[in-house]
């Protein structure tokens, strides 16, 4: 019988009350912690976040390195198993030399380049180049002039900030200020190193023989370092659209302004040759070196009415995200790579000389012409003027001898509108 007795239920220790109001409570402590920590949290030293951040570009670049080295030993092996007679040299074919051309001096090679400009890569001075960081800054003030004038950059940059991969989440993007800056880029200690087919320089403790150094694929590689302490600003306004549930459930005005105050680098310049066989032209490739420094100072502003300025989340998000999207492009490994145009001269190409010359006097005699035309305009314009001149005192002089209905018959020396029989 006491088998039959069901057990009594445990009652809950909390009420529906209860428990709802420390559902609540959670959420607000959690909407508090993360408006606290992760939005108004203050960010680290910008000393700081640089170190961090060039420990972090120098591990990538040393493990890049070393890939490269064992993907070249294991093709270097696999090479050697698979032709054993690979020192051997291939055999030449016997061409018919032309008679005509002189035979062509051998190819130059690193060492012979080296040693015909008397450059020394182990003990050669860097050089300073004040004339090089003259001629930049006159390229730099005219761009600078031009774009005072000229609605060109403005234009490209809202076509840019605007493109394809806008989100929608962002609405268009007005460009609200655009500074280009008043200092100048300062290149100094200029020097040139030899580097490897994959651009990595060579180790320190290994003797470089530069008279073998073209068949490995070796080239000379010009460093140098660049300082530029500035304040070239670009300011945006934004709005920020929420479409769910429905289409501009919530919009949220937002105002970047980003500025670059600082950026000290490495930058790498070498020459590709170019390779008749393949029909590609003189390449120029540069990088820039991972030990750079690029500070920025941002500006925030969200909200129409109840404004939050310079949240620093948002400074640190716009920060990593220009870092990310400078490293992508042109910090090693990764580099920029520019087709030359032809060098040879020609002829139309060709400025000053007899064709200036001629070139003014075509101006100058166009210019007398057009001033004839002008000038006979003028005089037609004159004599219009005058002859209408003309033709107006004619018609007043008629006016004025033409007698009147009512003087008709007044006497010699009466006075207008008085008749003989009196007024």
Request: hydrophobic letters at 40%; aromatic letters at 6%; charged letters at 25%.
């Amino acid at each position: 019988m006491a088998q039959d007795v069901c057990p009594a239920r445990s009652e809950p220790a909390l009420s529906f009350t209860q428990g709802l109001i420390l559902g609540q409570l959670s959420v607000v402590l959690l909407l508090v912690a993360f408006i606290k920590f992760f939005i108004f949290g203050e960010a680290p030293s910008p000393d700081v976040t640089a170190a961090l951040r060039a420990t972090e570009r120098r591990s990538q670049t040393l493990a890049h390195k070393k890939s490269l080295l064992s993907l070249r030993r294991t093709s270097n092996a696999a090479t050697l198993s698979a032709r054993p007679s690979l020192q051997q040299p291939p055999p030449t074919l016997n061409k018919k030399k032309s008679s005509i051309l002189r035979p062509s001096p051998p190819t130059l090679t690193i060492g012979s380049i080296l040693d015909k400009t008397y450059y020394k890569v182990d003990s050669h001075q860097p050089e300073s180049l004040d004339w090089f960081n003259v001629l930049v800054a006159q390229t730099i003030a005219q761009f600078r002039s031009d774009a005072q004038h000229d609605d060109a950059i403005l234009t490209s940059l809202t076509k840019a900030l605007n493109g394809t991969s806008r989100p929608d989440f962002i609405d268009e993007i007005r460009v609200t200020e655009l500074t280009l800056g008043e200092d100048f880029p300062i290149f100094s200690n200029c020097r040139v190193i030899p580097v490897d087919e994959d651009g990595l320089s060579f180790d320190p403790g290994k003797a470089f023989n530069a008279n073998t150094a073209t068949r490995e694929g070796a080239r000379l590689q010009a460093r140098m370092d660049v300082d530029l302490s500035d304040m070239i600003t670009l300011a945006v306004e934004t709005k920020m659209l929420l479409n769910f549930p429905k289409r501009l459930s919530a919009v949220l005005p937002v105002a970047l302004a980003v500025s670059v105050v600082r950026f000290s680098g490495t930058l790498s310049i070498s020459f590709v040759p170019s390779n008749p066989s393949e029909n590609t032209p003189t390449k120029m490739t540069f990088t820039f070196l991972d030990d750079y420094r690029l500070d920025f100072s941002i500006r925030s502003l969200l909200g129409s009415r109840s404004r939050l300025q310079d949240v620093p989340k948002i400074a640190q998000l716009v920060e990593s995200r220009l870092h990310r999207w400078f490293d992508e492009r042109c910090v090693e490994p990764r580099f920029q790579e520019i087709a030359l145009p032809s060098m040879w001269p020609r002829k139309r190409n060709t400025r000053g000389g007899d064709d200036a010359i001629a070139d003014v006097e075509r101006s100058m005699s166009m210019s007398k012409g057009k001033g004839v035309d002008i000038a006979k305009e003028l005089r037609e314009e004159a004599r219009k003027e005058v002859a209408a001149e003309a033709d107006r005192v004619q018609d007043s002089l008629r006016f004025r001898r033409r007698p009147r209905a009512e003087d008709a018959f007044a006497m010699p020396g009466s006075m207008p509108g008085v008749g003989l029989d009196g007024p």
